[in-house]
């Protein structure tokens, strides 16, 4: 996800966007995002071997920090759609007790294993998944770099993050411009349904001779 969001902060030039636009924006509560991530870097790397219910609750508390940024920053447009995404993400962990569902097929593509018994993972297979639809059922296969698996709501969230950046920053796509004076031509067409404009005759002079 941080790769393909990299991406699209890349094309915000190439689009006419400015990022130093985005350095201008204030967001509500800011901190809530590094502590969103900092949190799950933490109970899947740093103590993965720690309490279960501890873990199972930092996991889940990450998702309250990332809603509280949701909700300060609602009025930003694009920002529903990753809240959208989070928001299906924290459905699938809560009906799995902690975990997020993922379809094996899924792990073996990408290469994923498991790990040890009394370590926590967020995301993996889960015996008797409870809507395992929103789970990741997504893999971006093993000889891919930065393979891994994902869900539809990640797709959600990486749509809506690039949605707000583009936004911000001003990004839009060129468009071909009309030739001065064929706008009109064209609307003139539209209005006289579709005949277009009548080309103007122009013939010889008319000489009156008399005598």
């Given at each position: 996800m941080l790769a393909v969001f990299a991406v699209l902060l890349a094309a915000v030039p190439l689009l006419g966007g400015s990022l130093t636009r985005l350095?201008?924006?204030?967001?509500?509560?800011a901190w809530t995002l590094p502590a969103a991530l900092l949190t799950q870097i933490m109970v899947v790397s740093v103590v993965p071997h720690a309490d279960?219910?501890?873990l199972?609750?930092?996991?889940l508390g990450s998702y309250g920090l990332a809603a509280l940024f949701l909700l300060a920053n609602r009025r930003v447009t694009g920002?529903?759609?990753?809240?959208?995404?989070?928001?299906?993400?924290?459905?699938?962990?809560?009906?799995n007790s902690g975990v997020m569902p993922a379809r094996p097929e899924a792990l073996a593509s990408a290469g994923i294993g498991q790990g040890g018994d009394d370590e926590f993972v967020?995301?993996?297979?889960?015996?008797?998944?409870?809507?395992?639809w929103l789970g990741d059922v997504f893999a971006v296969p093993d000889p891919v770099p930065l393979h891994n698996v994902f869900s539809i709501?990640?797709?959600?969230?990486?749509?809506?993050?690039?949605?707000?950046?583009?936004?911000?920053?001003?990004?839009?796509p060129r468009v071909h411009r009309p030739v001065d004076g064929?706008?009109?031509d064209a609307r003139h067409a539209v209005r006289s349904g579709g005949r277009g404009v009548e080309p103007e005759v122009?013939?010889?002079?008319?000489?009156?001779?008399?005598?």
């Open positions: 350095s201008e924006v204030r967001l509500g509560r279960r219910g501890l199972v609750a930092l996991h920002l529903w759609l990753l809240a959208l995404g989070a928001a299906l993400n924290f459905v699938a962990i809560a009906a967020n995301s993996g297979a889960v015996s008797d998944a409870h809507l395992s709501g990640d797709v959600l969230i990486v749509a809506g993050a690039g949605w707000t950046v583009h936004r911000l920053s001003g990004s839009r064929l706008e009109d122009v013939g010889p002079p008319v000489v009156d001779v008399e005598g």
